[in-house]
C-alpha cells in the first residue's frame, strides 16, 4: 500500500518561503507521476505542478509558474514543493498525489494515492 506523507507547511508572512516534503512509503516513487494540489477554504481541490517519473519534465498551472517549483529526490523517495514569494491568498491545505505513469498527470482524477494534505496559512 502507497502512503504518502506531507510536511513542511506551517505559518508565513508574505513574502517568505516554504518548501513542501512528500515522503512515500510502501513503494519506490521512481515510476510514478508526482502532484502537488491545494485546496482553499471553499473550493474545489486544484493542481499546483506536477513531474513525470521518466524524463522529469514539469508543468505549472499559471498562478504559481515562477514562484513554486517542483523536484523530487528518488534516493529519498521524496517529492518537493519550494514555494517562493508567497502570498496571502496562497493560504490553503496542501497535498500530494502519486499514480504510476512514465508522463506528467495533470488532473486530479488521474491520482491514486494522496497524502492528508499540510496546512500553509500566509499571514503576516
Known amino acids: 500500500q502507497v502512503q504518502l506523507v506531507e510536511s513542511g507547511g506551517g505559518l508565513v508572512q508574505p513574502g517568505g518561503s516554504l518548501r513542501l516534503s512528500c515522503a512515500a512509503s510502501?513503494?519506490?516513487?521512481?515510476?510514478?507521476?508526482i502532484g502537488w494540489f491545494r485546496q482553499a477554504p471553499g473550493k474545489e481541490r486544484e493542481v499546483i505542478s506536477c513531474?513525470?517519473?521518466?524524463?522529469?519534465?514539469?508543468y505549472y498551472a499559471d498562478s504559481w509558474k515562477g514562484r513554486f517549483t517542483i523536484s523530487r529526490d528518488n534516493s529519498k523517495n521524496t517529492v518537493y514543493l519550494q514555494m517562493n514569494s508567497l502570498k496571502p491568498e496562497d493560504t490553503a491545505v496542501y497535498y500530494c498525489a502519486a499514480s504510476q505513469s512514465l508522463f506528467e498527470l495533470r488532473t486530479r482524477g488521474e491520482y491514486v494515492y494522496w497524502g492528508q494534505g499540510t496546512q500553509v496559512t500566509v499571514s503576516s
Open positions: 510502501g513503494t519506490n516513487l521512481d515510476t510514478y507521476a
Open positions: 513531474i513525470s517519473s521518466s524524463d522529469l519534465s514539469t
